[in-house]
């Protein structure tokens, strides 16, 4: 057993997490700008923080990611990091040359108290910015939230610094992306595309975290959300945000500062969250839904009447954000799955009340936690208890899947042992049938790897 | 661009390259970084500025102290409760990310696969975080009934002025079990060697001869600095075993709280990573007597010369002769492969920046296989990993370093091994170097250009300068330097492949760097149509 | 053992073929007249022959595979079918209504000797069909080649019935799609549009067998190649034809008959064939190639180098079809895979030879066999004598992959216990993507499952 | 349309449906399909029209004469090597498709999971297939040395003169093993049900008797027409061994060539699928005297009746005690498990167009649930599979039906039973019935609506009108079913479900039926849009 410590006996925890099922703001941040092009994200805290968020980003995306960090040293720490910030501001601009420093701080960094616009008003008035560029920023303290608020906290830093409105409405939707692969982007941007709906996806990581290998280093690679699109968004007709946790506040924010309507939805992961999705993106535009988004609809429809009985009455656990859990507990539930067992770590009281709602009558019997000590281990011992015959999350899960012998897929963040995620879309109805290919795919391989000879099928 | 093959013999003169790569600084920061560019001189070592603060926004290798402490020293061993008291990032980037293999028997304690946290609230941060601290303890205790548990502070602990070894001690007492603490805030130092640094010293402190000394073999021994990344500690088991040779302890991989209580039980200990692990052997010279010798199993042929040095520290004819027919099997062995692969490899350039040895371990292995490391340098070493132990006495502690502690040690009188003295110094005196390290640039040509703390704007010109056939580095760099068609190999940890070191490492080695620098992939990364004149059809659909 | 009497004694076979890899050609004939719109295929012969090839395509598409039959009885064995085949033409207009009626021969139909073009102008003669429709055919019989011949034999009386060329030549290319999936057909529509290529897609049976689910059943779904657009093909610039076995006879045709110059190329499976293809279709159509092709192909170079440590040394048997096993044999070369052991029912000498040509330089040791007594008991049979790491083939391979415990790659046809190949490429440089995804995910899962504890791997 | 909770009372008048079916027909195929559709009366069978030729053209559920003799009855036993002589595609279609589960023992051959063919090519056509087909016969025997190898006509071979059985013979003579071969060529009869009667002659006449009677227990069976699709057999198995009853062969599910070899030392046979297996009870019953009754293991009712009656035959104190404790026992478990599920059941309307005995069993299932069959018909049924075998006098013998050998089978003096043939006589004399089947009809509705051979634009009418809630049939039919929106239910494979023979069988049928029928993924294959008005934003980005 790997986790030959975990027994069926659960106690009632309010300090230790073991195992979690979220991490810290910084790294959605440094994701988020990721998102931005010509970006450089920077750390401004201790450097393992940014040392940490690198490595992790690239094991996921199997990608290069840059950041700079303001590499607190003890000094630091004690006199605050405008010295360092300002300095790394100026390194930056002259070695890196971005149109943009995507600054968020650090548990240090908040701790100490710096004040990351005054210290970026300092840059700009020393000269260290120059002419055309920016440095934006949001504090993303590592004690509060979870990754996810990091990610949003920097979507509401971006459309806070950039977005303008002017006189003229533009003939375009903004949607505001939540934490998913490049894939997914690309994906959102196709649907609208195929809905006729000209549009400012912000953030968008495609052609940034699924770069092509060219025999050269693109350090800014060709994707992402340009400035004047992000301008822009303030006079666009609508904002659609897609997932509470990771966009609430760039929404508000936007309507705000530029009198864009929003409407939140979840991220379209599933049957009912894509329907709901197509029919705020119509109304927010305008317009028709078009056949070929029946037809794709109608395909994911099919795999689910087609395949229901191995679906049916599967129980999963699962752990992962809040923005990605809703409309996928969701989704099993609509195909008769039963997700018994779903764990976040990032807060939200939010989060457990929509759970129980979505799952009230399909899965009265379901166990919901998220928050603190809201962990991967508790989740274990729950399957300890009563067994699962699914788990969805993170990689972090393979070690349950082993010691249990659980077929398992993965989805969320981070998936470091496998490929493909950067690439096919779990979004939308078409990612809806990658999902379902993904979990027929392990089930069927349990099934002929542990039938008796005798019931070993040739077909499904 | 240098031309490979006509070069190698003799390495250019790197001032151009460096000051190309300094020009695009600011004036200071050019000045800084000049510093830690210097072209080598085997036999007249230059300075390198190391263990400084790294320029901010420069991109950096480096992580920090936490890093160097708890992922680095602590996390490969497995029967210890390791509670990272912060916020959680810190815990859940350094979980299971570093590949320690450990091999817990049936029924021991491993805690490796967990992560365990206080998971920092905001109002831990503003009313302080000791009680949660207390609590999370007391919960590990009744869960998980471990013998010890040790507690990593993160950033904002030491600001808020948490006391993690006064928690310790008191909750040391409530539940009698070993709990100690680690102040090591990833702003400590200047990297993680910091972290390194302040693990030794609190392992030293709080567990090196907790346990009584023990006899168990005729030639004991305590390795230190073999992380087990990839199972090297498992290769190096395994030729000790064979050689009659007790391994003790290692320090720290595939390793127990447990074995290092009765560490001070070695007759030698044997310094794998000088960098992070000096600390440790230096003290138990000082409280123990125990003598202590740098050695290297990365690289067949340091395999065998550190084999062979530990026999003649022992200097018994029987353990020598096994120790002969260990080297001489496995040698025949390693010679088989090498020969094989040797020819596709010979004369290719390579470059290594990464850890505080490895940097320099590496280049034994390329040397074998007839490969060039014409730049290379460290990411948290200090000049004397550079230059040699011989400097240490020259270097200049600054504040980040003197914020370190540097713990007073004593010696133990009642275990003070007087014979381990004696036979030191009768080996002095027939020439057996005790404690020395020459450092990586007396092993690398003259001419090629070591750096230190490498950003990634200066590994991009370095390699667009010189085109190696391989980099060796770790995650942060490996997929921006793949993009420009150069084969990376990562050395923290080995690309999820290895193990490298001792004889069978060796091997492993070469065929990766067979498979790596061979295959015909890169040559494929141009699409075809790029080498041919644009395309004209007889007709044009567009027209 | 499921397999339990195949031993790794090999004996040399003339007559007996155990477990075959391959079936026969009407089902060929049926698949590729389903890519034209509106068109009920036919199988003029005994009734089983359609009922088994009506089964077979449904279990691997999970869609509804509407054909007719013959229904053949003793008196027509001995009489002919003339009369079965003109009541048959007869009831399915009444009843179906289909454009078209594409009848294809069996082997009982090609023993008696059944003429079908006299049967089918027969047909019209006696007023059975309706003006504007018309029946076409193709002969197939069984004994002969393979579903590989059926399909290239129907294609090629497809454009032998429509393709016409007038004087006025059209500014498009024409692509003879080889044997390949719905979501293939797809794939090369978007390559060319992405490539600004106005094309005929011959045949199309995307969105005819991976329809929506929609609460009504389209007899004729909405997919295939339509009339106007086949008989267009004879005034086309250029025809593609995507692999020797499936399109070359087509493509002949069409150049006999209508002047329009053709080409073959490799199905675009893997990184060179696909190569070749954008460079054959640039040619064709006079245009570049442009970036979004390049990025593409970047990504999957991206994927290859990343995870070459995975793919390298790594020993592959494989089954299936001549012009799918060539490119893809290629592709596992290229990145260094081993594919030692391969077989095709299909004969044709130049598989063989093509296939060590491919493997000369880096699979010196190969094992190639293709034609009759080329099975997949053969295949095992060299498995057990030295096994391999990979299998990469239809459906039939679980047998081998679960008696041996290797991983397994299901492509090719038919792949009866998995879904998902219909909805996604394999075909292309983002198909590419997907084989390797595929390919990774089965070799460490295997890894995964039988790795010692000590070094079980979070990271890959 | 029919609202069904206010007509499973009572059921319409068919004639409307069928008028709208047959009216688009041309005008002869019209008049034919005409009588192929009936309205029930079961107290007053109406004649049906069926075995007879399928209208060419019309989407047909049926299959060949291979398929009834190669595919059913002889694919399911697994010592014996099966050769499709013919071009590859029959073999590979009836490989492993029809989910015969079987079990063999360890060391026990098991040929199932292998497809055998000679491949013929165009020159065996042109010259003759024999002698390849005796080449494989001997590579077969070479490579895998069984003990019975048989081989099945394809298409061309009757045409192109092979003589299977003189290949059979010589081989036979050759070799010195079982070979035997069928004539069961695709375009005889007028569906699957010529292979089946095919295939009985075979069996019995090679195989059936060629060993000695043996006397392994006390009450001795067989079991004809249980294919164990899905481990049906198993499910059956248990119950008789449970009861104390010697199951000696099956008939073919999980069956062997050796276990027929002595199939004649039954008392008794119990006839599961009448349609395809009555011929060798009744030759078994001329030859041996063996009597053979009708019984249905699907449903749990109809279970229990079934085993009441063989013990009934049996008339044993012991065994009646047995049978009826499994009784009580499986049927509490089945109630349990109907009560739970009949509410959300009951009153839903099903239609069943499959095989040749299923499409009537399965309605002991639905009946049980509260599931009302509004229409029914079998694939390749003849008139007493309907009507009852009081028509069989009755039945018109058309060309097609008489191209299928009726052997003639003369009674085996030495193992006649004139024991059971006593018992037979004094058991009717009490009033139990012997081969009896009333037939699908004497247990449907009145007004039920009952179609022979349904074409594909039948079916999809019938559903338009009736909007079933489950329709059964198989997989070509599966797909386009469900695109209407209705579930449908395989009874050849059960959707790899399973099995559903038997109380086990039962409960899984039920919960199959609560998890197809009490789903709501059929209610969202709308999109939610299609119901609102056409949607309008404040704004339209495209004016």
């Known amino acids: 057993m790997l986790l030959r410590h975990t027994t069926n006996k659960v106690k009632e925890r309010e300090a230790l997490t073991v195992n979690p099922a979220k991490t810290c703001q910084p790294i959605g941040a440094m994701y ?31 990608e290069p990611v840059m950041a700079a960090t303001s590499s607190f040293t003890e000094g630091a720490s004690v006199f605050g990091g405008q010295a360092n910030l300002l300095n790394a501001i100026n390194t930056i601009f002259s070695v890196y040359e971005p149109e943009i420093i995507a600054v968020h701080s650090t548990c240090l960094s908040e701790t100490i108290g710096d004040d990351l616009g005054q210290i970026i008003a300092k840059a700009r008035e020393d000269g260290k910015i120059p002419e055309g560029k920016h440095v934006i920023h949001a504090s993303t303290p590592s004690y509060v939230g979870s990754h996810v608020t990091g990610y949003a906290n920097m979507l509401e830093g971006i459309v806070k610094h950039f977005a303008m409105s002017t006189d003229e409405i533009k003939r375009q939707v903004n949607l505001l992306a939540g934490w998913v692969e490049p894939a997914d982007m690309r994906e959102l941007k196709r649907m609208m595309s195929v809905m006729g709906i000209k549009n400012v996806l912000l953030p968008d990581t495609s052609e940034v975290l699924d770069a092509p290998m060219t025999g050269k280093h693109e350090f800014y690679p060709k994707g992402g959300t340009t400035v004047p699109e992000i301008v822009s968004m303030g006079d666009s007709m609508f904002t659609l945000g897609l997932g509470e946790w990771a966009t609430k506040s760039a929404a508000i924010k936007l309507e705000n500062q530029c009198k864009v309507k929003f409407a939140l939805t979840d991220l379209p992961i599933g049957i009912s969250a894509t329907d709901r999705f197509v029919m705020a993106l119509a109304k927010a535009a305008g317009v028709s839904i078009p056949e070929a988004i029946s037809s794709e609809r109608g395909k994911l429809m099919d795999m689910i009447t087609d395949m229901h009985q191995y679906f049916y009455g599967k129980r999963v656990a699962l752990w992962g954000d809040p923005d990605q859990l809703l409309p996928l507990i969701e989704f099993l539930a609509d195909i008769d799955m039963k997700p018994v067992y779903v764990v976040s770590g990032t807060p939200g009281k939010a989060f457990s009340k929509k759970a129980h709602e979505i799952l009230a009558e399909k899965v009265p019997e379901a166990k919901i936690k998220n928050g603190a000590t809201a962990d991967m281990f508790l989740m274990h011992q729950w399957i300890k208890e009563e067994p699962v015959d699914l788990l969805i999350g993170n990689t972090y899960g393979k070690y349950i899947a082993r010691d249990e012998n659980i077929p398992f897929v993965r989805m969320g963040f981070p998936i470091l042992d496998r490929v493909g995620h950067s690439y096919f879309p779990t979004l939308g109805y078409m990612g809806g049938i990658r999902i379902l290919e993904k979990i027929l795919g392990v089930l069927m391989d349990k099934m002929d790897a542990d039938s008796p000879e005798e019931s070993f099928e040739l077909v499904m | 661009m240098t031309d490979k093959k006509k070069n190698i013999k003799e390495l250019p003169d790197s001032a151009a390259i460096i000051e190309e790569m300094v020009s695009k600084y600011p004036k200071k920061v050019a000045k800084k970084r000049a510093k830690a560019m210097v072209t080598n001189d085997p036999e007249n070592k230059p300075e390198i500025q190391s263990n400084v603060r790294t320029v901010p926004g420069i991109i950096t290798q480096r992580g920090c102290t936490y890093a160097g402490c708890k992922g680095v020293i602590l996390g490969p061993t497995r029967d210890v409760i390791n509670i990272t008291h912060g916020p959680i990032g810190c815990g859940f980037y350094s979980w299971l990310t570093r590949r320690n293999q450990t091999k817990a028997g049936k029924g021991e304690e491993n805690y490796i696969p967990y992560c365990f946290s206080t998971d920092m609230q905001d109002e831990n941060i503003v009313f302080g975080g000791e009680a949660k601290l207390k609590q999370a303890i007391r919960e590990a205790y009744e869960i998980f009934k471990p013998h010890s548990i040790s507690i990593f502070s993160t950033c904002p602990v030491g600001l808020i002025g948490d006391d993690v070894h006064s928690v310790a001690r008191e909750m040391k007492k409530e539940l009698g079990i070993t709990i100690f603490g680690f102040s090591c805030e990833g ?26 000394p023990k006899r168990v073999g005729k030639f004991q021994i305590n390795l230190m600095g073999e992380y087990n990344i990839g199972g090297d500690a498992f290769e190096l088991e395994r030729l000790f075993e064979e050689a009659g040779i007790t391994l003790l302890s290692t320090f720290s991989g595939n390793s127990t709280i447990k074995s290092y209580a009765y560490a001070q039980s070695a007759d030698l200990n044997l310094v794998m990573c000088h960098r992070s692990i000096n600390y440790i052997a230096e003290m138990m010279e000082e409280k123990y007597g125990i003598p202590w010798v740098k050695i290297n199993f990365i690289g067949a042929e340091s395999t065998a010369k550190s084999l062979r040095k530990v026999a003649e520290f022992f200097d018994d004819a029987e353990l020598t002769e096994r120790v002969e027919k260990i080297v001489k099997r496995e040698m025949s062995k390693v010679k088989k492969v090498s020969k094989e692969v040797r020819p596709d490899l010979e004369g290719k350039l390579a470059m290594l920046f990464v850890g505080g040895s490895r940097a320099h371990h590496y280049q034994d292995l390329f040397k074998e296989l007839g490969i060039t490391t014409i730049s290379a340098g460290y990411e948290f070493a200090h000049r004397d990993d550079y230059e040699g132990r011989e400097v240490i006495p020259n270097i200049k502690v600054d504040a980040d370093t003197r914020n370190i502690e540097d713990i007073e040690v004593t010696r133990d009188d009642e275990n003070f091994r007087e ?50 056939d391989v980099f060796c580095a770790g995650i942060k760099e490996k997929y921006a330097v793949q993009k420009m068609g150069v084969p990376l190999k990562q050395l923290h940890s080995y690309d999820y492949g290895g193990p490298y070191a001792g004889f069978e490492g060796a091997i492993n080695f070469y065929r990766d760097m067979e498979r790596m620098l061979n295959t015909r992939i890169w040559k494929m990364v141009d699409a075809p149509w790029k080498a041919e004149p644009e395309i004209v059809g007889s007709m044009n659909i567009n027209i």
């Open chain 2, 419 to 468: 014979d381990l003295v004696k036979k030191k110094q009768i080996l002095e005196e027939k020439g057996y170097k005790f404690k020395e390290y020459s450092g990586m640039m007396s092993e690398m040509d003259k001419n090629s250009l070591v750096i230190d703390d490498i950003s990634h704007w200066e590994s991009e010109k370095l390699i667009e300068y010189f085109k190696p």
């Open chain 1, 32 to 62: 988020a700008a990721l998102g931005i092009h010509g970006c450089l994200p920077h750390s401004h805290g201790s450097q393992g923080c940014c040392s940490y968020h690198r490595s992790t980003l690239t094991r996921h995306y199997k």
């Open chain 2, 187 to 212: 702003y400590r130092g200047v990297s993680q060697s910091a972290g390194h640094h302040i693990a030794n010293n609190g392992v030293f402190t709080n567990v090196v001869g907790t346990e009584k």
